[in-house]
């Protein structure tokens, strides 16, 4: 994955993200960039981890595809 260049990010994932606090923003942010990046599988609870999983479909499907490709 470390040769990835790119990924769609999509209006869901904005949409999520702006009704966060920063510091919660943020966490969101970096568990997608992550997971686009370096396909590390994010720790996080609470709000932010549920918030994730409401858009893990998506980003998991992208994944796939890159490594699949």
Known sequence: MEN???FNFYRSYYDV???LPDDQKLQFL???LNK???DV???IDGLVGLLYKSQKH???KQVIGYKHK
């Open 41 to 43: 599988e994010p720790q």
């Open 36 to 38: 686009q990046f370096l």
């Open 58 to 60: 998506s980003i998991d």
């Open 30 to 32: 970096m568990a997608i």
């Open 4 to 6: 990835r260049k790119a």
């Open 17 to 19: 993200a702006v009704e």
